[in-house]
């Protein structure tokens, strides 16, 4: 199985400063199609997960565009360029490249 | 719009098989809806997500490394349904069950989930 492993697990960030988070693959995460099946989610507080980024730097449909994706083969990052007290949850890296799919442990962002 | 729903017992006891049917609406998981998916993701109490299952539009199956004994998924077209079975529940199986849609082909997306049904395994 492919281990995600994300840094940091938490991420206290003030208001209207930048957030980064660090997803690592134990394996190339390139298909044989040409694509990189790379998703970034996020969990709000007591709700579902929601797809954010796809194939590392799609954003998803009604995706504010201060979240941004980017990496390449085996390492990927998630940025928000400006947090905001919305953003404050779990985010999930996970690979679907081939099965089964799995999921970084998760990087909790919290406001200062 | 596209919505899933889990329906399932809230309270399995050890040893049982638990089942769980996801609803859904908005889409057809057919053979003329290539790439389509859904697909049950499982996560304990404060911990992270945990992925379990997928069927495909043409029914292919597939399942976790670690459960996929104890795991069987399949989907009843006509009445929009996915059941998830998972057999010899214990206590470390407690957790929010999700299950969400998703697409497969020359791309990936996982959009959207349900709201998720929390089992409780206990005696």
């Known amino acids: 199985d492919i281990v995600m492993t994300q840094t940091p697990l938490s991420s206290p960030v003030t208001l209207g400063q930048p957030a980064s988070i660090s997803c690592r693959s134990s394996?190339?995460?390139?298909?044989?199609?040409?694509?990189?099946?790379l998703s970034w989610l996020q969990q709000r507080p007591g709700q579902p997960p929601r797809l954010l980024i796809y194939?590392?730097?799609n954003r998803f449909s009604g995706v504010p565009d201060r979240f941004s994706g980017s990496g390449a083969g085996t390492d990927f990052t998630l940025k928000i360029n400006r947090v905001e007290a919305e953003d404050v949850g779990v985010y999930y890296c996970m690979q679907a490249v081939q099965f089964p799919y799995t999921f970084g442990q998760g990087t909790k962002l919290e406001i200062k | 719009q596209v919505t899933l729903r889990e329906s399932g017992p809230a309270l399995v006891k050890p040893t049982q098989t638990l089942t769980l049917t996801c609803t859904f609406s908005?889409?057809?998981?057919?053979?003329?809806?290539?790439?389509?998916?859904v697909t049950w993701i499982r996560q304990p109490p404060g911990k992270a997500l945990e992925w379990l299952a997928l069927?495909?539009?043409?029914?292919?199956?597939f399942y976790s490394t670690s459960l996929k004994n104890r795991l069987s998924i399949s989907k009843d077209t006509s009445e929009n349904q996915v059941v998830l079975t998972m057999t010899n529940m214990d206590p470390v199986d407690t957790a929010t069950y999700y299950c969400?849609?998703?697409?497969?082909?020359?791309?990936?997306?996982?959009?959207?989930w349900g709201q998720g049904t929390l089992v409780t395994v206990s005696s």
């Open positions: 969400a849609r998703g697409y497969r082909y020359y791309d990936f997306w996982i959009d959207p």
């Open positions: 194939k590392i730097s």
């Open positions: 908005g889409f057809s998981l057919s053979l003329n809806t290539s790439g389509m998916f």
């Open positions: 394996q190339s995460l390139v298909h044989s199609d040409g694509n990189t099946y």
């Open positions: 069927i495909d539009w043409d029914d292919d199956k």
